[in-house]
């Protein structure tokens, strides 16, 4: 009896193994590669003929002429490898009172913003950490900073940042948004960067 009871269950076991790691994988994937190949093979993005970056995974920019990103806590800030966010709610009292209150300092101190008037996204970070878009109130509070350092007009800038800005998927999910390293990326085709900024893609400029 306990044989007639192992075979088929040994059966079943591989039959679902090869239904389920082999073909079910394997169909997607053709399927993917064949319809859509650049979502399916990461959405890399190139300049000059290098791949700088993924139009879906967030990267950090620190310089004055590039848009920044929010704020990330995947690793020690958009580390791909370890995509997570600090897990702290609301009424943790480290989010707010170290953190975000932290940023927010830093922000009216360098004459970014004032207190009331922070996007949420430029204090908190997304909850994967790897989060590519940035709100465009977020964008337009960084205008300023940007055609400063580019020596720009800033209603050029500004004029950029609105043309880049995506609306809601279908009309009605999300929000606006502006991917950053697409805008960046803008920004160097058509502003010069300041003298000594290199000639690297925004990739290599962390």
Same mark, same amino acid.
């Given at each position: ?6 075979? #088929? ?11 389920? +790691? ?13 319809? &859509? ?20 995974? +967030?990267?950090? =920019? ?14 020690? +800030? ?9 897990? *702290?709610?609301?009424?943790?009292? *480290? ?6 209150? +932290? ?7 360098? @004459? ?41 007009? #800033? ?14 998927? =279908?009309? &009605?999910? @999300? ?15 058509? &502003?010069?960067?300041?003298? @000594? ?10």
């Amino acid at each position: 009896m306990l044989r007639k009871q192992l075979r #088929p269950a040994i059966v079943m076991t591989l039959l679902l193994c090869v239904i389920t +790691g082999l073909a079910y994988p394997g169909l997607v994937t053709g399927i993917a590669q064949v319809l &859509f190949p650049r979502q399916a093979n990461g959405s890399l993005v190139e300049v000059g003929g290098r791949v700088v970056g993924s139009e879906i995974i +967030g990267q950090p =920019f620190t310089q004055a002429w590039y848009f920044h990103p929010r704020p990330s806590a995947a690793g020690a +800030g958009y580390d791909a490898t370890a995509s997570a966010g600090t897990n *702290k709610g609301p009424t943790d009292t *480290k989010l707010a009172d170290t953190l975000i209150a +932290g940023r927010v300092d830093s922000l009216v101190a360098a @004459g970014v913003v004032t207190k009331g008037q922070v996007p949420a996204d430029m204090v908190t970070a997304s909850a994967s950490g790897l989060d590519p878009h940035i709100s465009p109130a977020n964008a337009r509070l960084q205008v300023t900073r940007v055609a400063q350092a580019r020596n720009a007009d #800033p209603a050029a800038v500004q004029q950029l940042v609105d043309a880049r800005t995506e609306g809601r998927q =279908f009309g &009605f999910f @999300g929000e606006p948004r502006v991917n950053v390293l697409m805008l960046n990326i803008a920004l160097d085709s058509l &502003f010069p960067r300041p003298a @000594g900024a290199g000639a690297t893609p925004p990739a290599t400029q962390p």
